[in-house]
Structures are given as structure tokens and as C-alpha cells.
């Protein structure tokens, strides 16, 4: 468990997408893997300090980790990097289910130094196929890769690569 969010921490999800590619593998099913950050964070902690950035990343944290469903988890990827693994879900359904996330994190208020704060967050996400991708090291690289584009090109939205 992450000290600061009290997540899974890297290492440990880690070892949660490994086993779920394993299982996925062998029931032939597939998943989604996300990446997110939040955006501007670094304004954030250079306007108002890193113990607001840290209160930013706890709430943040917390208001995912209580949207998991059974199946799902939700790690912390580094700084304000996060990682999630979406289980059954269709297309459809985890486009549902990332956007009530985003929408959630779009919703957290902070006072700051007595200034309303809002945050947002970009999300990329990867589906795992088990005939197409063959590690997690490939799906993680996707779901960044995806996650990249989003953050240069249309910050603050969900993107879905795919193999």
C-alpha cells in the first residue's frame, strides 16, 4: 500500500496486472488497463506547495479507489500518475465507468490559500487482448503511449488505444 494515498502501490499492482494478463490469457478474455494524471498538477504544487499537492493527490486517490468495482483495481503509478485495470466491462461500460471517474475528480473542491481549486485528469487507456499483447510491460507501454497523446493534444479527455 502507497504510504501517501493509501493505494496499491507500483510494485504491487504490478504484480495484480501481471496476474490478471496470466488468468486473462487462459480464459481468453480481455481488459483495460488506464493510465491517468491529473492535469496541471505541477502548477499546483509550484503556485501553493507540494503538501497541497499531496492533499490533492490523497483526495484524487481516494474518490477512485471508492468508484472500484469488484474485478478492478487502482494503483499508484508515481507522483501524480495512476494506474487502473477495468474488468468486465464492454466498450461501452468502461467508457461509462472512466467518465463518472473523471467526472468525480472534475468535481472535488479545494480551498486553497482561500481560493477555490478545481482539478481534472487525462486519461489513456489500452485494452488487453490475449491473442495481440503478450506482456505487461507492452500494455503499459500502450496505455502510456495513449495516455501521451491525450496530454499533448486533448487534456482532460479519454482516449483508448487499442493493439
Given at each position: 500500500?502507497?504510504?501517501l494515498?493509501?493505494?496499491?502501490?507500483?510494485r504491487?499492482?504490478?504484480s495484480?496486472?501481471?496476474?490478471?494478463?496470466?488468468?486473462?490469457?487462459?480464459?481468453?478474455k480481455?481488459?483495460?488497463?488506464?493510465?491517468?494524471?491529473?492535469?496541471?498538477?505541477?502548477?499546483?504544487?509550484?503556485?501553493?506547495?507540494?503538501t497541497?499537492?499531496?492533499?490533492?493527490?490523497?483526495?484524487?486517490?481516494?474518490t477512485?479507489?471508492n468508484?472500484?468495482?469488484?474485478?478492478?483495481?487502482?494503483?499508484?503509478?508515481g507522483?501524480?500518475?495512476f494506474?487502473?485495470?477495468?474488468?468486465q466491462?464492454?466498450?461501452?461500460?468502461?467508457?461509462?465507468?472512466?467518465?463518472?471517474?473523471s467526472?468525480?475528480?472534475?468535481?472535488?473542491?479545494?480551498?486553497?490559500?482561500?481560493?477555490?481549486?478545481?482539478?481534472?485528469?487525462?486519461?489513456?487507456?489500452?485494452?488487453?487482448?490475449?491473442?495481440?499483447v503478450?506482456?505487461?510491460?507492452?500494455?503499459?507501454?500502450?496505455a502510456?503511449?495513449?495516455?501521451?497523446?491525450?496530454?499533448?493534444?486533448?487534456?482532460?479527455?479519454?482516449?483508448?488505444?487499442?493493439a
Amino acid at each position: 500500500i502507497d504510504d501517501l494515498t493509501k493505494i496499491y502501490n507500483r510494485r504491487h499492482f504490478f504484480s495484480i496486472l501481471d496476474e490478471k494478463i496470466d488468468v486473462a490469457r487462459q480464459l481468453n478474455k480481455s481488459f483495460y488497463l488506464v493510465l491517468f494524471d491529473i492535469d496541471a498538477f505541477k502548477e499546483i504544487n509550484d503556485h501553493f506547495g507540494h503538501t497541497w499537492g499531496d492533499q490533492v493527490i490523497m483526495a484524487v486517490a481516494q474518490t477512485v479507489k471508492n468508484r472500484m468495482r469488484e474485478g478492478s483495481f487502482v494503483g499508484r503509478f508515481g507522483g501524480d500518475e495512476f494506474m487502473i485495470i477495468i474488468d468486465q466491462a464492454k466498450e461501452e461500460d468502461f467508457y461509462t465507468r472512466i467518465n463518472a471517474i473523471s467526472l468525480a475528480i472534475r468535481e472535488l473542491d479545494f480551498l486553497i490559500e482561500g481560493r477555490k481549486v478545481k482539478v481534472s485528469a487525462s486519461f489513456g487507456a489500452a485494452l488487453f487482448d490475449p491473442f495481440k499483447v503478450n506482456t505487461s510491460k507492452e500494455l503499459i507501454e500502450m496505455a502510456d503511449s495513449t495516455l501521451l497523446n491525450v496530454k499533448r493534444f486533448r487534456k482532460g479527455e479519454i482516449s483508448l488505444g487499442k493493439a
